[in-house]
């Protein structure tokens, strides 16, 4: 058994009295896609950073990459990549202007940066539009751009938040086959996202309602055990369980 | 490439992709030196003028032979009495008249000084007050050139309103004031919007997720409009200098280190504004009443500060331009040495310190 690539125990995050994440445990295993689930205002984002050593844990401890999440996060950050909802690549400047950047900013060599650019091209089919600025590019290719971009260096990990939010349904598939091939490489995935048909797609995925996980197992046995017939249906439960308390 | 190069290569194709940014960085400064200097200026050259001489001798023709040499007036009516004078203001738009009276040769050096009379045009007042200016400090210079040696009083009298301007150009006033204004646009408000604009659209969060410390990011981010900036004051300096001859009495290198001081300063105020704002709009709306209106007002760039009330005088101190701008006039026109301005440089040192240390902290609490 390897190492695990995220490593939480009992992570809690307050602000004021207010207690955004609580208890938080999981363990996630190198090359495993991870289904981080929740309504908006759970707490995922909030625990994401936690994970990317953005944000310091209240109480507990987590390790990503084998490194503590409080207090090393240089090395924590060096071996994760980070894709946001929003855009995370700059649009007044060229594809090959932002695979230079993150290139440099992750301490790439040139000649590393020079094979990554052109196996992205021919990945992409983009050969010819490495010099074109990035907001001339379709946003669906803007979202898988700035995938490659977070896992330009090769991270252990990578983090995504919603990365698939306001994308067609063409694209978020093939986005995916994209976090598969990433995941069949070895990389660790954990990604969030409010479409319950993309929980399908996850080895594992937990569910968080108000700070706390509520489920954690194989989107099957998570099915199984409330007897649903589609994750769509165990996140209402859990939502009508939370508004209805016993 | 290191990771600080390939950030500050990063922050200037920003610069000079974004047109608007190009347009404020580079046209606006010259256009306010423009404006203030010449297209506002207070000054009046070739003003049409009428001469009433009503006793033509020799001390009264040297008087109008001076008048005319200067390049402030030029005479297009000479009158031997002042019956008609009204006829000539109305017909022929003169601006000033100039009397000399008839007992002004007779009575030169000697016996009660004769009176000169000016008469303007005071249907606009700030011309009219100019030109009266202009023309006694003319005969003023003309009185103590021709006074008579003996005699310790002035061959005639005249009265004079512009007495503590006598040769100082108003574009000398503007000058540090715009150099002020633009280097506060550039160094504060467009790096407090570039900072925010990463807040805003969230590559913040990317930044900061990846090993690059936010201390290299906000540097990376800065070193552009540091050297923009410093590009911007010898621009301005090179204009005032060069076209409005503006001189620098001080030594151009210490003035060029007190520009960059305050180029700092500016720039902390740049972060100090990027910490509290979270949207570009904000950032520009903090610009504004934070730093356009009090270095405008405030400064004592358009009005004086002794001029203001009482109780708005202390808000005066806490507007960096001021302790520039007196710096600046220091410098360049009365040739002071960086000795001479130290409490300008601590001041501005001071804030610049006092914003970093809050900004840092803002950002700290932010992380934790």
């Known amino acids: ?246 | 490439m290191s990771a600080l190069a390939a950030f500050v290569k990063k922050e200037f194709l920003h610069i000079f992709r974004d047109k608007r940014t190009l347009l404020i960085i580079f046209c606006m400064p010259i256009a306010l030196v423009m404006i203030f200097g010449v297209v506002i200026s207070t000054e009046i050259y070739d003003a049409k003028i009428a001469i009433v001489n009503a006793s033509s001798e020799i001390h009264s023709q040297k008087l109008i032979e001076k008048i005319n040499s200067s390049n402030y007036f030029k005479t297009v009516s000479y009158l031997r009495s002042s019956l008609g004078l009204e006829e000539v203001f109305r017909a022929q738009n003169i601006k000033l008249a100039i009397l000399i009276p008839q007992n002004f040769d007779k009575d030169f050096g000697n016996g009660p000084p004769p009176t000169l009379q000016l008469i303007a045009d005071a249907s606009d007042l700030n011309v009219a007050t100019t030109l009266i200016g202009n023309a006694s400090n003319i005969i003023q210079a003309f009185a103590q050139e021709n006074a008579p040696p003996s005699g310790a009083v002035l061959p005639f009298q005249i009265t004079t309103r512009m007495y503590y301007n006598p040769e100082q150009r108003d574009v000398f006033m503007f000058i540090p004031g715009i150099l002020a204004l633009v280097l506060m646009i550039v160094s504060a408000m467009m790096t407090s919007i570039t900072l925010v604009r990463e807040k805003e659209f969230g590559t913040w969060r990317v930044l900061s997720s990846t090993p690059l410390p936010s201390v290299i990011i906000i540097v990376g981010k800065l070193i552009p409009y540091f050297l923009l900036s410093s590009i911007n004051a010898c621009l301005i300096l090179g204009l005032a200098v060069f076209v409005f001859g503006m001189p620098i009495h001080g030594n151009p290198v210490e003035l060029f280190l007190v520009c960059l001081l305050f180029i700092f300063t500016s720039l902390s105020l740049g972060i100090f504004i990027s910490s509290i704002a979270n949207t570009q709009q904000a950032a520009i709306l903090a610009s504004m009443v934070g730093l356009f209106l009090p270095t405008t007002f405030l400064s004592g760039f358009i009005f004086p500060i002794e001029n203001m009330p009482v109780w708005l005088q202390p808000v005066a101190q806490i507007v960096p331009a001021k302790w520039f701008i007196e710096a600046i006039k220091r410098i360049m026109l009365k040739g002071a040495g960086l000795g001479q301005v130290l409490t300008q440089i601590y001041v501005l040192a001071g804030m610049a310190t006092v914003l970093l240390a809050i900004s840092i902290r803002r950002s700290r609490k932010q992380a934790t």
């Open chain 1, 1 to 246: 058994m390897s190492t695990p690539s995220i490593q939480a125990h009992q992570l809690v995050k307050k602000f004021g009295d207010f207690t955004a994440v609580k208890d938080l445990s999981l363990e996630v295993s190198p090359g495993e896609i991870f289904g981080f689930l929740g309504a908006n205002g759970a707490g995922k984002t909030t625990a994401m950073r936690m994970l990317c050593g953005l944000l310091k844990p209240s109480f507990g401890h987590a390790r990503v990459a084998g490194f503590d999440v409080a207090t090393q996060t240089e090395h924590v950050k060096k071996n994760i990549g980070y894709m946001s909802q929003k855009f995370s690549i700059y649009d007044d400047l060229t594809l090959k202007e932002n695979i230079q950047l993150f290139s440099s900013i992750y301490g790439l060599s040139s000649l590393q940066t020079q094979e990554r650019m052109k196996q992205l091209a021919v990945q992409f089919g983009l050969e010819d539009k490495l010099k074109s600025l990035v907001s001339t590019l379709p946003l669906g290719w803007k979202q898988k751009l700035a995938f490659s971009i977070a896992v330009i260096h090769q991270p252990r990990i990578v983090f995504l938040d919603e990365p698939t939010s306001g994308v067609d349904p063409i694209t978020r598939r093939q986005f995916w086959e994209m976090i598969f091939e990433t995941a069949n490489a070895g990389t660790t995935v954990f990604v969030t996202t409010h479409y319950m048909d993309e929980a399908e797609y996850c080895d594992r995925v937990s569910i968080m309602v108000e700070g706390q996980i509520q489920v954690l197992d194989t989107p099957q046995k998570i099915r199984e055990q409330f007897s649903a017939q589609t994750m769509d249906d165990v996140f209402s439960l859990l939502a009508r369980k939370k508004e209805t308390p016993t």
